[in-house]
């Protein structure tokens, strides 16, 4: 691991491409939060240096955007860096008592579904009751205000079967991912994926025994933990040929199975052999190719890039292809894209005053669209971006891909997202 962390520390040339992408370095201005200062402080770390407060500080403010890694000229592996030095952070670095308590609750809560569908109840009372806590929690702690601020709205419950067949001759059959957030507070997402791979032709093998990708832990430092997490989707997934994926963070670390489980004999050729089976939704579809009419849907929206889907996996073109494809469906581009909106797996929860200035700044490049819809490909984003609207009186609704899909397939039209607002 030492040898692997000094050879891609030597691959930065310090040449400076990376600032102007790196969301802290936009807001801040600040050498060290960039990802040319990091590596220079991951650089003393790795030369005998101390973990000090000011370098961890440094390593938390990073969103771990990827940003940097499209930009780079040299090919430098920051987000395999980031993660091993937050490895050693979690490790080595002893955390006040309050921030291991906030950190334990959430790393308790959000990677298990069952538990997230136990909030639902509360969440629905707290919101019928109309109360405005904000300013309260404000004082008592930020994190647990960008909580009350990001909660989700209510959603019905949606159970899947674990087999949806294809509609007409099969075209391929695939295993699908339903997440953690995304199933318990967008299981119409998920419903809208099945029956948009059902109606290209696919058999939609949806593991009843799934769990959490690992993503949140994975990017946060919690090794041991994402490891697990990844053993137990390598093995409900053993039986599909490829595994579709309709959230950025869940899928970019599937595709990473590979290097996280690289020095596990036992694990190591299956979780590559994971990575190389793993596609994005709009990834998948692009390949297949289209075979369901598209009926029109007269609406202009708003192509949001989550991180993790295109800096991460490199899928940009294929969402927006997806979407050119409806008739009288217009796409508008959001300004300065490469900048992250601040969620960052649980960012806006660990970071929240960072997390609300990228917030609010994608929120007004949004809103300057003029669109009538914002199509964004993972919950957090979601969650993050509707919020910052709602800050700033904009009421916009927000759709994923396969749900736009799904809409134009069966005809609804554009009225069940604009009904959103």
């Not at 910052?388 to 904009?394: D, I, K, N, S, V």
Request: hydrophobic share 40%; aromatic share 4%.
């Amino acid at each position: 691991m030492e040898e692997e962390f000094r050879r891609l520390l030597d691959d930065c040339v310090h040449c400076g491409f990376c600032l102007p992408t790196c969301p802290t370095y936009v807001l801040w201005g600040e050498e060290m939060d960039s990802p040319r200062g990091r590596i220079h402080l991951m650089d003393q770390l790795e030369r005998g240096g101390s973990l000090t407060a000011s370098t961890v500080e440094h390593v938390d403010r990073c969103l771990g955007c990827m940003a940097c890694v499209t930009a780079c000229p040299s090919g430098v592996r920051y987000d395999r860096l980031i993660e091993l030095t937050r490895e050693r952070v979690e490790d080595d670095h002893p955390r006040s008592r309050g921030e291991r308590l906030l950190r334990e609750l959430i790393f308790a809560v959000f990677p298990y579904p069952r538990r997230l569908r136990a909030l639902r109840g509360p969440l629905r009372a707290y919101r019928r009751l109309h109360l405005d806590l904000g300013p309260l929690l404000e004082r008592v702690s930020p994190t647990l205000a960008a909580m009350e601020r990001l909660a989700p709205p209510p959603a019905r419950h949606v159970r899947l079967p674990e087999r949806v067949a294809a509609r007409g001759e099969r075209r391929a059959v695939v295993g699908m991912l339903t997440g953690c957030v995304q199933r318990e507070f967008f299981p119409g997402v998920n419903a809208a994926t099945a029956r948009v791979l059902a109606m290209e032709g696919c058999d939609v093998v949806v593991p009843k025994g799934q769990g959490c990708c690992g993503a949140l832990s994975l990017h946060s430092g919690r090794a041991e933990e994402a490891k697990a997490f990844a053993r137990a989707v390598i093995e409900a997934f053993a039986d599909v040929d490829v595994i579709v994926v309709n959230a950025a963070g869940c899928g970019s670390a599937m595709k990473d199975y590979g290097a996280v489980l690289a020095d596990d004999p036992e694990w190591a050729e299956r979780a590559a052999a994971l990575s190389a089976r793993t596609r994005d939704l709009a990834e998948f579809l692009a390949e297949l190719g289209p075979r369901a009419t598209r009926h029109p849907l007269e609406l202009t929206v708003a192509y949001h890039d989550a991180c993790h889907l295109g800096h991460a996996q490199g899928v940009r073109a294929q969402p927006r292809s997806l979407l050119g494809g409806i008739p009288g469906l217009r796409i508008r581009e959001v300004a300065d894209p490469e900048i992250c909106c601040g969620s960052a797996g649980v960012y806006n929860l660990l970071q929240p005053e960072a997390a609300s200035e990228l917030g609010d700044r994608k929120a007004r490049n949004v809103a300057a669209t003029g669109a009538d819809l914002l199509v964004a490909a993972n919950p957090g984003c979601t969650l993050q971006i509707t919020t910052a609207l709602r800050r700033q009186g904009q009421e916009l609704p927000v759709a994923h891909t396969a749900e736009v899909l799904d809409a134009s397939i069966r005809g609804i039209g554009k009225e069940s997202f604009l009904s959103r607002r």
